[in-house]
């Protein structure tokens, strides 16, 4: 057998493997190329729709609170609520023992009603006097006659000197008389505040007595404490009857279960773009899954530093800037059926700003 025919038609190369290596690098920068557009569009929308929302997790429930207390002293009678107990508006929380209080109150109307009766009399002794005078003025009238009279007399000896000098003198004595009586009118009118018909219920002296008996019931008045707003007691067993309990002193804490707001603490930073009435989503860290809705009801004007007993002073060479919150009030909508929201609770809040950025910011 010749050579050629053991050796049979020589094989045929494949160029396939080549086509898939060219294949291959074909597509690779065109896969690079597509991941970076596919990265830079997600970067892209994540920066144009980052800056609407605002998550602040330095946020806590807030409560219309009130401490128990009243402005008068006295012994504590009767404590009609419990450690708890929720009460509604106008509930009485607290009595203190009404009767010196009561005794107080006798005391100063009967010292105003005294005083009316003191009053009448003045306006009486007015009359009187203006009557005294009138009789005086008559007696003087008289008198002047007979002195006149005298006076003709005694030039011609009808009478004796010393029966002229009485009737000098009596007739001096009288306008004195007069003069005095109308000066002594003149004080008491000038106490009725020149009205000789005045309403003794205008007067000063009957004010400051009304004055008495009004404080007096005011005093009486608050020796029974109601609620302010509904809420639940606390800290009631503090005080017990039979105490005795100082004017203005604690007594307990009464926490509103209807005036309830979120106090969120945003970087001065993040506030940029939040304005009243912005829409909130409210979760509370004790009710997982939970998500209230609230809005922005107001933006404090100050941070929080500033009523501080002791604010920070930046005014040292060695100066660091601190990022400040502002506190922003949060109004909570409250369904039947939610959880109770508790002062205290902290909380996140994710305010929508609904601000929304532009290519055009980047440049």
Known sequence: ??????????????????????????VRPILMLGGIAVVIVAVGYYWLTGGRHVSIDDAYVRAAKEVISTDVSGIVAAVPVHEGQRVKKG????????????????????????????????????????REVDVKQAQLESDQASYDRFAGLVKGGGVTRAEYDNARFLLMADKQAVEALKVTAGVQLA???????????????????????????????????????????????????????????????????????????????????????????????????????GEVEAIAPNSGSEFSVLPAQNTSGNWVKVVQRIPVRVKVEHKDGDPELRAGMSVVTEIDTGHTRSWRDLF
Do not use: C
Request: proline content about 6%; aromatic content about 6%.
């Open 191 to 293: 106490r009725l505040g020149g009205d000789p018909e005045v309403d003794v219920k205008t007067m000063n002296d009957y004010l400051q007595a009304q004055a008495r008996v009004d404080e007096a019931q005011r005093q009486l008045d608050h020796t029974v404490i109601y609620a302010a707003f509904s809420g639940i007691a606390t800290q009631v067993e503090t005080v017990q009857p039979g105490m005795y309990l100082a004017a203005a002193t604690a007594a307990f804490g009464l926490v509103s279960t209807d005036n309830v707001w979120i106090e969120a603490n945003p970087k001065e930073t993040e506030l940029t773009f939040v304005k009243l009435g912005n829409p909130v989503d409210v979760t509370v860290d004790t009710y997982p899954g939970r998500t209230w809705k």
């Open 91 to 130: 509930e009485v929380l607290l009595r203190l023992d009404p009767r010196p209080f009561e005794i107080a109150l006798a005391g100063a109307t009967a010292n105003r009603n005294g005083m009316v009766s003191t009053l009448n009399a003045m306006k009486l002794d007015y009359k009187r006097m203006l």
């Open 1 to 26: 057998m010749s050579q050629a025919t053991m050796s049979g038609p020589a094989p045929r190369v494949t160029d396939a493997p080549a086509r898939r290596r060219i294949g291959r690098a074909a």
